[in-house]
């Protein structure tokens, strides 16, 4: 053993080291190779502050090669560098020959000794190829080249952590490993892309970490969680944790197989919107929330009882405060920990998957919290953020903005889409909020916005990305959805990229209808006796219905804030406000449109929803002080579903103007509209809703006849008065004939009893 001493540029770099400032650590640390050969020279410096002893084993035979010495501090003290050259270490077998074998005093007076590879012996981790993607904002397989990867490297398991963070002085990674000391482990900068690198051995999944950034100004940041995590603490613990790397063994291929059919524009779609955090908690455990797997064995069943072709889990990206539901997320690659691990969440979608249930994700791409631990100001700049709060500050929600014009940020959030599409399985993502990213002045006031480079209102940017995104997630996820919440009239949401001519789309599979929920809700409000002044709220989404690709929404949105439950949003006496409700989910389900329904409005849950509470479950027993209407009313949904699929009339054409026909729009008088539903071949379907509480007797209706002289019989399929929903049981006695009687520019016509407050399907015979 030689003692080795440090050069004056070498005594900067250790005076930095000792006092946190040392960028350049692998300029100092780690081994020097003096001479070649298994006779030469190497020199060694390990940064161990706390330790008692440092030894040197060859790592080809585990021979002891000698003890570093530790260097003095400044001012005599211990500084935890120790260093020294040995000779003979094995270079023939390992790119890092040598095992470091360090002693610490333990507090009970013991020592115990720690093996360990040297961080610095590694050489650069991340490719060239890798980095300028990254540059580029291309990088699709963001989290298997940024974040903590379990790995192996020159046969030594351990983790190879990378972080984009180009404005900071230094990033360490630090963790229980290190007794979160950020001197330990300074990471490599790569200078180009701005990514910062390190190898640690001998750590893996299950260690919790952050990263210790210094600011270019010299200011120690608050630790920061890793942007591109795949697995994080529970809250309100913030730390990022490694995950298990192993590929998750899926059981899915069949419904992978068929996804792209399923999901077609001409397969029924009703969906069941969840937030999976109060869907069902567990009172007896401090109102705990389930877990994945309790979640599939209890989740999937009901679901899939009740029809429904897909689940919407509300974000389910880690978030710090339960009480944004998941829309202010701070790691947009890994599944909240509220629920389990990772590969939990993977078997979840597996088993929906194999019970014939896709899974769909709300995704949040359009602003992100501002706490501490978070993408904020996130290396001392604004990095993921705009820096001039009129771009970067979403007034409505206190929360920072994306910027999109960025091509590293670009890039992070189509990774994270791709995460979850491709990683996970999900079948598709609901973009939130995407009218806040279009307009540069959403929810802003004259002086309070920046115009685009031509003047403009427009976000080009986000324009921009929200094709991209559709374009990536098209080609490298065939059958998958992507669904913009999108609330204005921005035309060609759902028209593809690439059109002809030059009207160019943004791409999306699908878009909410908000103009249909908005106007019929509205409707729905008001006492049946001035429903005829408000007519033209139920008929007009019939001038738009197909100039988008549409789902027809009653979401998490409609029933919170003082809006009321759906049920108490109608007006009437107990059964009134069931009726109401019956119809309404009757005209919904045959309106044109795919269907999406909140948790607890299959059942008429009477309070709004409360994050802390499960839906009153309890409304559906059979024996209690509850009205059966409860029961009723979930057994029409689950009804109303088995024939939204079985019927193709009611699914085939929902984006198509061919699908649909009116035979009564005009009758405001009586609030009564009627239509037509058509499918590529089969029967077509009639609906016919009164919106009164009066019967209408000898209701006439103008028909297409099945032939010329052949008339047809029109079988009654569903009726939301029937007495098993909890109506009145008026009707038509199954069937009624047409008859050869003229009618609405038909050669046949049906006269129809119609119930109170009801809808009516019906389907040709014959």
Sequence with gaps: ???????????????????????????????????????????????????????????????????????????????????????????????????????????????????????????????????????????????????????????????RFAVWAPNAERVSVVGDFNQWDGRRHVMRLRHEPGVWEIFIPRIGPGDVYKYEILGRDGVLLPLKADPV????EVPPATASVVADARP?????????????????????MSIYEVHPASWRRVPEEGARNLSWDELADQLIPYVAGLGFTHIELMPVMEHPFGGSWGYQPISMFAPSARFGKPERFAAFVDRCHQAGIGVLLDWVPAHFPSDQHGLAQFDGTALYEHADPREGFHQDWNTLIFNLGRNEVRGFLI?????????????????????????????RKSGEWVPNIHGGRENLEAVAFMRELNTVVAERCPGALMIAEESTSWPGVTSPVKDEGDHHGLGFSYKWNMGWMNDTLRYMQYDPLFRRYHHHDMTFGLLYAF????????????????????????????????????????????????KLLFMGSEFGQQDEFDHDCSPPWHLLEEHGNHPAGHRQLRNLVGDLNH???????????DCRADGFAWAVGDDSVNSVLAFFRYADEGAPVLVVVNMTPVPRENYRIGVPPVAPGHNGIWREILNTDAAVYGGSNAGNMGTVRAEPFSWHGHAASVELMLPPLSTLILRREG
């Design 248 to 268: 998750y063994a899926w059981g899915d291929s069949d419904w992978m197989a068929q996804r792209q059919q399923r999901q077609s524009q001409a397969a029924p």
């Design 229 to 232: 995590a795949r697995a994080t």
């Design 1 to 159: 053993m030689k003692r080795h001493g440090l050069s004056p540029e070498e005594q900067d770099l250790f005076a930095a080291l000792l006092e946190g400032r040392l960028s350049q650590a692998f300029a100092l640390l780690g081994p020097r190779y003096l001479s070649e050969g298994e006779g030469g020279i190497t020199a060694i410096r390990v940064f161990q502050p706390g330790a008692d002893k440092v030894r040197v084993l060859c790592r080809a035979s585990g021979r002891l090669l000698g003890e570093l010495e530790q260097l003095a501090g400044r001012g005599g003290e211990a500084s935890g560098l120790f260093a020294g050259a040995v000779v003979g270490l094995d270079r023939s077998r390992h790119a890092v020959p040598y095992v470091l074998e360090v002693d610490w005093h333990e507090r009970d007076g013991s020592v115990s000794v720690q093996a360990t590879e040297d961080p610095y012996a590694f050489g650069l981790l991340l490719g060239e190829l890798d980095l300028h993607l990254l540059k580029e904002g291309r990088h699709r397989q963001l989290a298997d080249c940024l974040g903590a990867m379990p790995t192996e490297i020159d046969g030594v398991p351990g983790t």
């Design 547 to 594: 100039s988008e690709n549409f789902i027809l929404p009653i979401s998490h949105d409609e029933v919170v804030h003082g809006k009321r439950a759906l049920l108490n949003k109608m007006p009437g006496d107990e059964w009134r406000r069931f009726a109401n409700v019956r119809a309404y989910y009757g005209f919904m389900w045959a309106h044109p449109g795919k």
């Design 643 to 653: 024939l939204y699929r079985s019927e193709p009339a009611l699914h085939q054409r």
């Design 415 to 443: 990774a994270s889409a791709l995460e979850w599409l491709e990683h996970f399985h999900v079948d598709g993502l609901r973009v939130d909020a995407v009218a806040s990213m279009l307009y540069r002045d959403y929810s």
